[in-house]
Each structure stands twice: as C-alpha cells, then as structure tokens.
C-alpha cells in the first residue's frame, strides 16, 4: 500500500506568463513509468506540491487526450502560489492526482454547449473545451462566454484569438474595467446573456470562475428555463489533503475534493450549507 | 497541561482533569502553543550585528561581546545607563536572578516588566490599599460572587478561563452588569450592559458609588462615609454622569440596584480602564466600590484584574517592576533595602528607577543600553514608529527570545532562549498560584533557558555566580519573598501548586481575606478625572479604542509561529458603527486607512451595531501596520502607564 | 482456544507475560504520573502500570493518528528532490484501553479506508494489538451505554479484559489475540458460571453507575430535517470559546491540518497535524472568503457531522461513542458537550 499524501515528482517543461500574476506550468512526470500511464479527466485537479512552502489544489488546465504533459494555470495568492510563481524550467514540483470527479464531457455528447468562466475559472474549463473541440462534431451549438477584470486579466489570450477566428463556435468576452484598446462589451459576465440565443432544453451550461460570479450566472441560468441538472459548476473550498480525509472540504457530508468538484445545480442545492 | 512527547519532539499538549483551575480544559491558545516549540524560525544560535548584519556566533563570544560592551558603555556614561526590560512568560527563578543581576551585577534602577503597560494602575492601587500588589480575589470568586461587575475587559478573548466561569455563572442567573462600549460575544447573556462613550469609565464608577450611598445601600459598620462623599463622590450624581458617560440614570440605578441587592460584589477589570489618563482613578474608583458593599476580603467579592500574560502576577512577585523588589517589597524602605542589601551581599542603587516607557524616551540619552528579555517591545510600545527609532539610538541592544522578534532584528546581540518546553521553574498566576513547571524536552541544540543565560551573563560581567538550578534559585528567593514563606518545591509540583500565602485549610476563597487579616481596608481618594488627551476633532472625528482578538497573547509573538492559531485571524480588521458606515459609504470587507495623529495602518472594514457610533474598534494586530502604531504614549501621571487605550482617529479610502 | 469461548487467566501471570512483551515491542498502557492524573503512554516496566483508572482525557486515537506526524520528509540538496517515507515503527500493545475508545477505533477503521486508503493510520492499526479493559469504573461524564461505546463490547478488541480481581476473564475478538495467547505460557482455564455471574454484576453494576443522559435519536431526526430554530444555533455559537478541545479529545474527530516544516533551506518534512472544524481558520480560503465565519455555522457543522443521517448512513453510527470528554474538556462547561447540546435540542424542539 502506498503513502497517499506523498506526491510524484515533475518536471516544468515550460512557463507561459498570462497575465501579471497569473502563469500556466506544462509539467511531465518524471517518471518514465508514471508518464506512460497517466490519465487524467477534464475537471480533475492536482495538488501541486512546493517542498518548504506547501501544497495547493489546481484544476487541469489541457487536453485530456495528451496526457503525456499536463497544464496548470496558477494565480499568485498566497504562500504556496508566489513560491510556484519563482520556479523556473527544469525545476520540480510535487504532483498528486488526478483528484477529485470530472466534467460529464460523454453524457453531453449530442447537446448544445454554453461555457461561462470567470477570470481564472478559465483553465479548468479549457481542460473540456479542449477536448470537445477535437470532437466538434459530436456537440451542437458551442458558446464560450468570458468575462474578466480587465483585458489584461484575461488568461490564454492567443487561444482566445484563435476561438474567436474560429467558424464553429461563438466566444464573447467582456471586461469590467475596458483599456484603450478594448472594443467589445463592458460589464459583468451575465450582461453576455442577452446578446446568445439558446434552446435551453437542449443546452448543457458549465462554469467556473469566482464564487459571486458562479452564483449570478446560476440564478440567470435558472431564470432563462434552465433544468436544474443542466446546471453544472464547480465548487471551491479551502483543501488540504485532496482525498476525503482532512475534513477542510466537506459541505454537509460530501467532500469537494472526492465527491466533487464538478457539481450539478440540483446536487449543490441540496447540500445542507451552501 | 500535559505535553506529549516523543524523541525529543513535542507532539502534543492534553489537559489535567485534576487541575483545580483548568480542570480538564484548555483554551485555543493552550491546545496549539505547543506548536511554536518547533517552529523552523526558532532561533539556534546567538546572533551579533557585524557591519550592520546579524551574524551567528558562539555563546562564548556572545557572552563576552555583551559584558565588554555593557561595561564600556557603564564606564563611560555611568551605571545607571543600563536599563533592563524583564518577560512576563519566563519561570519566576528566571525573573528573580534577573532583578539581582540589574540591581547588583549591573547596579542600574532601571528595570521594569511589561505589565507596566497593562495593569501598573491596578497593581499600585491594590498594594496601596491592601499592601499586596496582586488580585483581591481568586477565579473560583467567581463561582461564588452575589453579582459580577465586568469593565474594561473581554473575558472571553482575554482568559478563556475567567470567562468560561463568568459565562457560568450568567448562565445561572447570577446578575452580571458589564460596562464596555463594545458589545462581545457574550454581552447577550449578561444581565445588563452599559456602554459608555469610551474613556468616561470614571464617571460611571463612581455614580454607582454615589447611588449606593445615597440610597444607603452601603454594607455595615464602614467608617470614613462622610469623607468619602464630601471629598469627591458628592459630585458623581447620576445625572452627572449620563452627562459625561452617556449612560441613562435609570441605567445606573439598576446597575446600583442589582449590587445592592446582592451577597458579594466581585469586579472584573481589564486594560480598558488602565491604559487610560484615568487608569489610576478608575481602580481606585473600583476599589472604593468593592469597599462600600463589603465585598473586599469577602467570598465571592474583591477586584480580580485580568492580568493577560502566563507569569504576569510572577513578574510582579519576584521584584521585575521597578518600584518594588523580590516580594513585592518597597525599595524606597531603607529597612527593605537593608534586608534585601544584606541578602545579596550589595549595595542596591538609591534613585528611583525609570518605568518602561520612560526608558523608551529616553533611550540614546540617558539609557545607551538596554537589556530586553522576551518582550518584542517593538510591537507592544505604543507610538510604534517612536519606539522603533528609539530602539535604533541604543548603543547597544541586548535582546534574549525564540524568535527573531521585530525588536530582535534591531538588536545589537540576540541571545537564542529555551521555549516554556525547555525549562525548570515556576509560574505564579494571575490569582498567586505559584506551580511548577518541569522540562518536557531539552533546550533545542543551540539554545539555553532564561534562568541559564541570566547566571552566565552574570558570570561574564564578572560576578562569582555559580550556576544554579531553579530549585536552588527558588529556595534563595523564597528567603526574600515573605509571600512565597512556607511553600516547598515539593507542593507547587503538585497539580494546581499552592495559592500563595501557604495556606492549611482547602478554602481558597477566602485567602484574601486571611491575607488582609482584619483589615477591610479603607477608602481612596475620589479623582476628579482628566481628559483623555488625544481628543476627537474636526479632523479626527472618531474615537478610536483597541483590544486584543482572541487569538493574541500579547504581542503575537507566539502565536504567529503556531500555524494553526495564526490562521484563526490572517486579516486585520476595524470595526465601525453601521450609521457611520452608511455615512461615510463603507462596506464590510472594504480596504481603508485607518490615521490617528501618530500613524496610519491598513484595515479591513467590519461594519457592526457591536461599535456605538462615533466609535471605532482597532484589534490588535500587526499586518499591514501595527495597531500599536496610532496609540499615544503619554504618561498617565501616578503610574506611568502610556494612555494607549483611546485616541482620536480617522478613516480614508485606499 | 476459539473465538467466542471466554477464558480465564491469573491476573499476575498476565501481568507478568505482559512485561515479557516490553522486550520485543512497546507496550502502551496506563500509568500515573506525578500528579495522581492517569494517562497512557509507553511501559518499561509494570511499576508504573496502573489498574485502577478512569480514561484518559487524552483520547487514545493519538496513537493511530497522533497529533502531530511526519508523512514524510523531503531533501532539496540534490539536483532532483529526494522524498522519504517514515520509517515502520515497532509493534505494539495497546493494553487497557477502554471500550469506548475502542469503538472510536472501529469508527476511524471506516473512515480511513475505503478508495482513498490511509496507509500511515493502517500500518500503526495493523502494528497494534489491543487489549483493551471493560470499563468497570466509569467517569462521571461517561455516557457510553447511550452509544453502543461499551462498558462492554462484542468485537473490535483483540482481546477484552474483564477485571475479576485475582483474574481477567478475557474475550477474544480476533486470531490476533487468540495467537498472543496461544504462543504465552499462561494457563488459561475456560470461564465458569462463576465467572460469567461476576461478570455480568460488574456489568449491572456499571450499568447502574450510569445515567442515560443523552438520547441521541431525537437530536438526530431534528438535525437531519433541519428542525433546529436558528436562533438556538446562535446562542450556541455566541457561547463557544472556539477552544477547539471538544473535537481534539473526540475519539470520533479526525480532521487535521497539513503543513510544511522546513529545517533550513535544503530539508524538512510536511507534517499532518489534529485540526478542530471549531476554529475559523478551518475553512477560510485564500481570498479571504470564509464559509463558516461564524461559530454559529461551526457548531452547527459540528453536530451535523456527529448526528446527521446523511454520515450516520455513512458511518453506520451517529459520530459519538459516549466517552464524556468533551463534557469535561468544553469551555463553555455545560453548555455544548453533545450530552447538553442533545437535551437542549430536545428541550428546543417541544
Ligand atoms: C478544486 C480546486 C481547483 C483549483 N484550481 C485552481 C486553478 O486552476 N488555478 C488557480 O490559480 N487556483 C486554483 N484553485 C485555488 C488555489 O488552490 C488557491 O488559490 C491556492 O490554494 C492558494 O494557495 P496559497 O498557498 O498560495 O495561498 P495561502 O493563502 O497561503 O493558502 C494556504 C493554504 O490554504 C489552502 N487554500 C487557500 N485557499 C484555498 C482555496 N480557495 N481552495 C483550496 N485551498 C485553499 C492551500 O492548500 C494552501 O496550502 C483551486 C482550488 C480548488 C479547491
Ligand atoms: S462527542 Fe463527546 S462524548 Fe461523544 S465521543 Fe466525542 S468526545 Fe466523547
Ligand atoms: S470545547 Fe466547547 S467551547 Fe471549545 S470549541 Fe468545543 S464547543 Fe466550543
Ligand atoms: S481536502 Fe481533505 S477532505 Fe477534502
């Protein structure tokens, strides 16, 4: 039997700055073995390990189908994040995972997609939309509405360029706070419900981003008609041990890092504290 | 408390069920202290300043560099330019060897404990009326007052313990009258609660007194009631002080009307009456308040101050605060002197020493070097930005902690010191319990204990100390200290140790009144009260008052370094009054700063009924700006405490 | 020897096997220390063994989970991080531990395997032998016969003794304990009627000692449906002290905290350590944003996690043993042990 809590050695392959406290890590394992059999599920979550500092939940940030490397997206928060935010290419962190349940990226097959991220609640929703995109065709409409701070906030901006010149699905972003070079629409996320057209028995929505955010977004969600389990977020505790037993996570008797992270709007209504 | 160890490592700490006080409980800060014993910022090793740098050194070297620097520096400004700061958290044989190296080794009246920030108006009233520097009354007073008068303190975040037991007795239906302007957690369960505008305590006292007498209310058989009411008390009619306090006449005759009623009258107090203009005139206040209703030397009654640090009491006892030696004893007696000259084999220096903060302002002047033992006076010093340059004119800084403090990275010399863990000796408590504690581990490599480093020292400045361990060191104080006579080693080991004076009979209750003899005591003087200095105005127009969270033990020294208790409170807050939020557009969980004529630091806004408009709540804290930082030092004048409970202060947007 | 049948042994011979044991392993037992207070720890020898004790206010789940444990160590000297597991300790002897304890061992058994498998807390279990010793004197706050903890209990032990005076009667509950008595030179003689009779008036007896105090069903069916006034919580949370000693003493608790402890730049360990779900610092996050910022909502977490059907389906029991710690470890004394919470819940809800 092994040790839950010890973590496997990475390797940072690369650092990609997204915004000025925000960085996406690719790591690989170090272990050969390790490398050939990892899988991981869009939704899952690691818990990144930094020896002296800690260890931190982060959602999967790429595609499932190259589990080969994998990608996280960090902010600079606190203890653990800023030691993350000074590592370099070539240096090691710590990894345990995957963690926690996933998006139902199979069930939704054959239904209208809507994705609502917030800020840094992009990175675990990209870890689906990735893998949706390599099988567009199995979806219906694909919107992906954005709405950070500021246009500098936003993370992924190439990729965002690359959505958006994409034909087969519809990105609208917005900003709270516009810069001299901003264009498009300015508010919170929800003032981009009313430029989409959905069927909303037909739609899937899923979204991620900071805890007002999720919960505006749900009450407009359910206001448009939505079926409460075609609702499905994410929720976000305070974690410590990633595997049910450090108590930190649970809200009523489920644990957010096993039972969830992904919940759908009916399971998160009966919790008994939400 | 038990300590749990396991290859010299501390795991854990478990309460004594057998423990007359705790009895089987413990507080947050008692279930997780333990945590710091092994925290990795520990210091190991003494460090020197070396071109501006902290340098680790050998003992030997450090010992030597502090007694060659402090006799150059005594050579050349004189004796008396030492001043020396004592712990309120070390063992009593620490505090004691402390106290002889000043007033002998180093032969400087310059030595004080932070309790003179605390409670030095409490302790100069009490041994002023009743020839004891400590509590008049025991916690288990509390099981037994008739009514309970809570002011100036937060018994809950202040001594889980005092406040477990005053919940307790709330609960029961024993009449609790608190007066404080903040509503706390328990406030709902007491009988009344009175609050007044902040710093008009004064009034409020002394109104109750007034009503007592004029309704003849008093206890029997008192002498000295026409004095009492002719030179003072006349003038604290109720309406006078609704006048000033702001507190409804109706208020203070229940208030009146409930002591009055009941068997005893125990008071609770705190600092929120002492760090004040009026700390002094507030306790005597207090104290001719226990008077009249008889409840002085009574079960269930007296005055019980909320002494906040593990060894506060201890530090009084043996000899740390400057006005008094080992004892308690009065050095200005020349008879005292004598015994004590003739104890220690040496002269004791003649002038009267200067109290803390007096040593603060004058440090580059008169002090050029200061000796600081496990008091991060950075932190706990109002007017913080003062006290730091202060700090930095020093010639030379001598400071012994676990931690590199604020107040040791400005030293010139940190010696590393042993953890509560790590040593032999006593404790006395805030109600005299004198008990031992014994060495759950050995000092960590590098380190020593206070009582160790202090007889070193002594031997480094050249004077024939052996060294001793504290059972010897106890049996030497003990010949000095009559309170501590007839108290063996043997029993303070037993849980719970031993009230002092050494009693035979089980009755801890009425220990004060043994300890008065049949003295009741006598009525004090009647101030008239002063302003408090640092008033509100046009540009400063709130009154701003601090009190520690429930998760500080003084200066958080301590507590940051134990992960569990430092994420109980990451963010500093303050609080404000719901209207004057409104008014001035602030909402719960807003940035601001926070400006007083001294300083400004960084907050978060917490609006709350719990302030009384006009009124600002700042808890202790150190994160982005230290609270200390807007307080005024200014001295109130009889016991020279800085007036750092209240002041005027402002917000402004971030 | 079989499972089930009791037997008999000389309680000095046991005693006496039981120090023969401390050569080879590290026998846990009660002893008194200098104050007279009883605690558990490591025996060298029988002189400090003790027999006649009330528990251990410390609970004994600090041997499987103990307060502070290292789950492993990390060394940054090198090119690539080394990570090394702690080392195996000894085996060991749990002896006289009682029963309640022992039920808040089956309780943390479910707890800690499942999918997610606590390796560190099944090697100690695995490790350990427990003989543990029905209560024949239990403290004024126990409450056991409420919660199934004992005085008594039918599994879970590897060997229960029972404290007849010149002898134990001893259950046997698992091959574990049937070996140790096996491989022992001690005579042991199968329980007569006498015996079982002596037994079964201890147990009256302690039975008797006992006042049912706290009837957990109703507490549960209320805290299950929500039926608690919110004001009741509020007062409750105004109470507590936030002190945290109710759930450290808990043999049920089992939340801890994890953390790094550097021994300078190069190496350290990361340590797990007991967490109360009473402290604010439990579940505030890195923005600042706390779900249960209040003591009301951690007091209330408190007993949802102790009574509520949704664990007790989990769990198989409420999360209560009836050891009466926290009756006496609480602050707010009276107020908010599950005993008092239980009554005044009842009380709340006519
Ligand atoms: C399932 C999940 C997925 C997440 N995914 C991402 C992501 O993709 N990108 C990202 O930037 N952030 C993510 N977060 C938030 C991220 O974990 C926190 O910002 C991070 O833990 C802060 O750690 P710190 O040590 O730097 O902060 P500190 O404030 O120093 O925190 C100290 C400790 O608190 C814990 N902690 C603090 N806040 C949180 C929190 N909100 N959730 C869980 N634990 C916390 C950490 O374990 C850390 O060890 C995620 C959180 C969860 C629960
Ligand atoms: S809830 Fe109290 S009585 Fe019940 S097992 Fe826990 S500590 Fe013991
Ligand atoms: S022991 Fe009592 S006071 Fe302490 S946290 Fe638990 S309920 Fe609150
Ligand atoms: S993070 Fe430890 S239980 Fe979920």
């Known amino acids: 039997m092994e040790n839950i809590y010890l973590p496997d050695l990475a390797v940072i392959d690369r650092i990609v700055d997204e915004t000025h406290d925000i960085k996406t890590f690719t790591l690989r394992f170090a272990s050969r073995e390790l490398r050939k059999n990892f899988r991981f599920k869009s939704g899952q979550f690691v818990e990144a390990s930094i020896f002296g500092a800690g260890e931190a939940p982060f959602g999967f940030a790429s595609n499932p189908n190259h589990p080969e490397h994998f990608d996280i997206t960090v902010r600079a928060a606190g203890v653990v994040t800023r030691a993350m935010h000074a590592l370099k290419p070539g240096d090691y962190m710590g990894i345990r995972g995957p963690l926690g349940n996933h998006f139902p990226l199979e069930e939704v097959k054959g239904q209208d997609i809507l994705i609502i991220a917030g800020g840094i609640g992009l990175p675990p929703l990209k870890s689906l939309i990735d893998p949706m995109l390599d099988c567009r065709g199995d979806f219906g409409q694909f919107i992906i509405l954005y709405g950070a701070r500021t246009p500098a906030d936003r993370v992924y901006k190439p990729l965002l360029q690359e959505w958006s010149e994409r034909g087969d699905i519809t990105l609208l972003q917005t900003v709270d706070t516009p810069d001299a070079a901003w264009s498009g629409p300015v508010g919170v996320v929800t003032t981009l419900f009313e430029k989409i057209k959905l069927a909303v028995d037909r739609t899937v929505a899923f979204t991620c981003g900071p805890p007002v955010m999720i919960r505006f977004v749900i009450q407009e969600l359910l206001a448009m008609g939505f079926a409460e389990e075609r609702i499905i977020s994410t929720l976000e505790r305070y974690m410590k041990c990633g595997v049910g037993k450090c108590g930190h996570c649970a809200i009523g008797h489920k644990y957010i890092c096993v039972d969830g992270p992904v919940f759908s709007w009916r399971q998160i209504k009966r919790l008994p504290e939400r | ?654 | ?350």
């Open chain 2, 1 to 654: 408390m038990l300590l749990e160890v396991e290859k010299g490592v501390v795991l854990a700490a478990a309460p004594q069920r057998d423990h007359p006080v705790s009895r089987g409980t413990l507080c947050i800060k008692g279930w997780n202290g333990h945590q710091l014993i092994h925290h990795p910022e520990r210091l190991t090793q003494p460090l020197l300043r070396i071109n501006d740098c902290l340098k680790p050194v050998s003992w030997n070297k450090a010992l030597s560099y502090a007694a060659q620097r402090i006799t150059e520096l005594q050579q050349a400004h004189g004796r008396d330019c030492v001043g020396v700061v004592g712990s309120l958290k070390t063992v009593n044989e620490a505090s004691y060897l402390l106290g002889k190296l000043a007033r002998t080794v180093l032969h400087t009246p310059h030595l004080d404990a932070p309790l003179r920030f605390d409670h030095a108006p409490s302790l100069r009233v009490l041994r002023e009326q009743s020839g004891f520097a400590n509590a008049a009354a025991a916690l288990a007073d509390i099981e037994k007052a008739g009514a309970i008068l809570v002011i100036g303190a937060d018994a809950k975040a202040q001594n889980a313990r005092a406040g477990s037991l005053l919940l307790q007795a709330a609960k029961r239906g024993v009449p609790v009258i608190q007066v404080d302007p903040r509503e706390q957690e328990h406030s709902r369960f007491f009988r009344l609660h009175l609050r007044p505008r902040p710093g008009t305590d004064l009034a409020l006292i002394n109104a109750l007194s007034h009503i007592l007498l004029a309704e003849g209310w008093q206890a029997e058989g008192l002498a000295g009631l026409a004095k009492l009411r002719d030179d003072g008390l006349e003038r604290f009619t109720p309406a006078y002080a609704e006048s000033v306090s702001g507190i409804a006449q109706d208020d203070l005759r229940s208030a009146a009307g409930l002591i009055a009623k009941a068997s005893s009258l125990l008071i609770l107090f705190g600092t929120g009456i002492t760090q004040q203009a009026n700390g002094t005139a507030n306790v005597r206040a207090l104290w001719n308040l226990a008077l009249l209703t008889g409840s002085i030397g009574r079960e269930g009654g007296g005055l019980l101050p909320l002494l906040t640090a593990n060894n506060s009491q201890g530090a009084v006892d043996t000899g740390l605060m400057s006005e008094w030696g080992p004892g308690q004893r009065d050095l200005q007696e020349t008879a005292v002197r004598r015994a004590i000259e003739a104890a220690w084999g040496a002269s004791l220096p003649a002038e009267k020493g200067l109290t803390l903060q007096e040593m603060i302002d004058h440090a580059g002047g008169r002090i050029r070097a200061l000796y600081v033992v496990g008091e991060n006076l950075a932190w706990s010093a109002p007017e913080s930005a003062k006290t730091s340059a202060a700090l930095d004119k020093l010639d030379f800084l001598l400071v012994q902690d676990l931690f590199l403090t604020e107040t040791a990275a400005r030293a010139d010399l940190v010696l590393p010191a042993a953890s509560f863990a790590e040593q032999e000796g006593s404790y006395t408590s805030l109600e005299r319990r004198l008990q031992r504690v014994r060495r759950a581990i050995a000092p960590l490599r590098g380190c020593k204990p206070d009582l160790e480093i202090i007889q070193l020292l002594a031997g480094a400045l050249a004077a024939p100390w052996p060294l001793r361990k504290a059972e010897e060191v106890f049996l030497e104080m003990q010949q000095l200290m009559p309170c501590y006579g007839g108290i063996s080693w043997q029993t303070i080991g037993h849980p719970g140790g031993v009230l002092w004076p050494a009693h035979t009979d089980d009755e801890e209750c009425t220990l004060y009144r043994k300890l008065l003899g049949d003295r009741q005591g006598a009525f004090t003087e009647v101030s008239t009260g002063l302003p408090f200095g640092d008033e509100p105005d046009a540009d400063y127009p709130f009154t701003l008052i601090t009190g520690r969270p429930l998760f500080h033990r003084r200066t958080g020294t301590l507590v940051t370094r134990s992960f569990t208790l430092d994420k109980e409170d990451p963010v500093a807050t303050i609080e404000i009054n719901t209207d004057d939020a409104r008014a001035l557009k602030l909402r719960s969980g807003w940035p601001v700063i926070v400006k007083s004529r001294r300083g400004e630091v960084r907050r978060t806004v917490v609006v709350t009924r719990a302030v009384p408009p006009g009124t600002l709540y700042l808890p202790i804290h150190h994160k982005d700006g230290l609270s200390q930082s807007l307080m005024p030092s200014m001295l109130e004048p009889e016991s020279a405490i800085p007036q750092m409970k209240l002041c005027a202060a402002k917000l402004e947007m971030v």
């Open chain 3, 1 to 350: 020897m079989q499972a089930g049948t009791r037997l008999v042994v000389n309680k000095q011979v046991f005693l006496d096997n039981l120090s023969l044991c401390m050569q080879k392993m590290t026998v846990i037992g009660p002893q008194k220390l200098r104050g007279g207070e009883v605690t558990f720890g490591p025996l060298r020898s029988l002189r400090r063994l003790t027999l006649d004790y009330v528990n251990d206010l410390d609970p004994l789940k600090r041997f499987f989970l103990p307060q502070r444990e290292v789950l492993f160590a990390y060394d940054l000297s090198g090119k690539k991080p080394r990570l090394l597991q702690p080392e195996q300790e000894k085996p060991r002897l749990l002896f006289g531990i009682r029963s309640c304890d022992v039920q808040g061992l089956a309780h943390m058994d479910g707890f800690f395997q499942g999918a997610c498998y606590d390796e560190l807390y099944w090697a100690r279990r695995r490790n350990t032998l427990i003989i543990s010793m029905a209560c024949n004197r239990p403290n004024e706050s126990c409450f056991c016969i409420c919660c199934n903890g004992g005085p008594w209990l039918e599994s879970g032990f590897d060997l229960q003794l029972t404290d007849l005076g010149e002898e134990f009667l001893i259950d046997i509950g698992s091959r574990a304990g049937r070996v140790f008595l096996e491989e022992r030179p001690m005579p042991a003689v199968t329980a007569s009627r006498r015996h079982e009779t002596r037994r079964r008036e201890l147990m009256e007896a302690c039975d008797a000692q006992m006042v049912p105090t706290a009837y957990l069903a109703k507490a549960c069916i209320q805290i299950t449906n929500n039926r608690v006034r919110e004001e009741l919580w509020e007062e409750m949370g105004s109470e507590c002290f936030s002190c945290g000693g109710c759930t450290h003493v808990c043999p049920c608790c089992t939340c801890f905290d994890v953390v790094d402890c550097p021994e300078g730049a190069k190496s350290g360990t990361r340590v797990r350590c007991w967490d109360s779900c009473q402290y604010s610092g439990f579940t505030r996050e890195a923005s600042g944003h706390n779900p249960r910022a209040r003591a009301k909502e951690r007091v209330k977490r408190r007993f949802y996690h102790k009574l509520s059907y949704a664990y007790i389906q989990q769990d198989g029991h409420p999360g209560c043993v009836g050891c009466g710690r926290c009756i006496t470890v609480c602050e707010a004394f009276g107020l908010l042990d599950i005993s008092a919470v239980v009554k005044r819940l009842r009380r709340d809800g006519q």
